[in-house]
């Protein structure tokens, strides 16, 4: 979906004290657009929310909302409302008192204040619980007090610092669809900070990934789950399985050295393949195939076939979870059927299912064999 753009972030730092947090941060959101920040603890995907809402003023760079810079505006006067990860109910007001709290601020009058908390207790299913302090409501309930409360103010842009992650797993599900239908049921720019990437993936138009204060991606959903830019993106998203291969590389075609614990393989992408050399091979769990050592039906060199040895499996619903070992790493693959352990497999990864990336500089040079020596599970194969 096409947006223009409307909240322009440029050449964004941010940091506290000699800190330095965030590093030329360029984002540009559209007007009802719902977008993730999504990464790791550190990362600076709070810190980004909280000088987008100026409770951080940036060191270097501009905040816009189309015409208007913001960037060294107050929070009450940038047209925005956030809702916080621990919710900040005061305790000692009622649930519609907490919802009007930011109207009866900018000076509503009584009547006006009662009728917009009922149009917010009507629209967040909060009808007759009004009266009730919030010691005395639920997680969930909680959390829709606060969501009522920043859009009572009629916002230009909401603001989500977490606000799901204080509530049981089976609530979260629920609520994150929630927020997602009345987010576009409402046409309000929103931008949610998350760790969590499923959350992220089923709530948001797109995605933006940081590491390190840097935005490592930025695309929908889809498109960073199956074209990850990087290693770090990939292991983010799930492919945190890792093998290091030899391979010529050219155009979108990849051919793969033989080693200690793979196949010879031929690999078309539907991506620019990286450069020759040393490639990290990432890949997820569930897209693999896993047979024992000379089961398998097809001699495929379309796909990438690993050699290896069960070490553990275990059932953590659906399928059977086994744990590989592949020279000196191990890898997890899920299966239908669980492998004992001991067992040499060999598992397939799919062209479909893999993300190669060239191996950092620190990786070992020269052919695998020189790093992980020999492999007696291949000797029985070729013997």
Not at 151 to 160: C, K, N, T
């Amino acid at each position: 979906m096409p947006y223009d753009a409307y909240l322009t972030l440029r050449s964004l730092d941010a940091g506290y004290g000699r800190t330095r947090v965030l590093e030329g941060v360029d984002l540009s959101i559209g007007k009802g657009e719902f977008v993730a920040l999504l990464g790791a603890s550190g990362c600076g995907k709070t810190t980004l929310l909280r000088t987008i809402a100026g409770f951080a003023l940036p060191s270097a760079g501009s905040i816009c909302v189309g015409d208007r810079d913001l960037t060294r505006l107050p929070p009450d006067k940038r047209g925005m409302a956030m809702v916080f990860q621990s919710y900040a109910l005061w305790p000692h007001m009622t649930a519609a008192r907490n919802i009007g709290y930011g109207l009866r601020l900018k000076g509503w009058r009584r009547e006006a204040i009662a009728a917009r908390v009922a149009e917010m207790e009507a629209l967040l299913g909060l009808e007759g619980l009004g009266g009730r302090k919030p010691s005395e409501l639920s997680g969930g309930q909680r959390q829709r007090v606060a969501l009522g409360r920043a859009l009572a103010v009629d916002p230009d842009i909401l603001l989500l610092d977490e606000p799901l992650s204080n509530l049981d797993a089976r609530i979260r599900l629920t609520v994150r669809h929630e927020i997602r239908a009345l987010q576009q049921r409402l046409g309000i720019t929103t931008i949610h900070v998350t760790h969590d990437r499923e959350e992220a993936m089923v709530m948001a138009d797109r995605i933006v990934i940081l590491n390190k204060g840097r935005i490592a991606q930025l695309g929908t959903p889809q498109a960073i789950y199956t074209r990850p830019a990087s290693a770090f993106v990939a292991a983010f998203m799930g492919a945190e399985n890792v093998v290091q291969l030899n391979a010529t590389c050219s155009a979108n075609r990849v051919d793969i050295a033989e080693g200690p614990h793979n196949r010879a393989a031929s690999l078309t992408l539907g991506l620019p393949a990286p450069r020759s050399g040393r490639l990290e091979a990432r890949f997820r769990s569930e897209q693999l195939q896993l047979s024992r050592l000379g089961d398998e039906a097809t001699d495929d060199t379309s796909c990438v076939e690993l050699i290896g040895r069960v070490e553990a499996v275990v059932y953590p619903g659906g399928q059977w979870r086994h744990t590989v070992r592949i020279g000196k790493g191990s890898v997890l693959v899920d299966a239908a059927e669980a492998l004992p352990p001991g067992s040499d497999v060999l598992v397939r990864v799919p062209t479909s299912g893999l993300f190669l990336f060239a191996a950092p500089a620190d990786t070992p040079s020269g052919p695998p064999s020189a790093a992980d020596g020999p492999s007696p599970v291949r000797d029985r194969l070729t013997a």
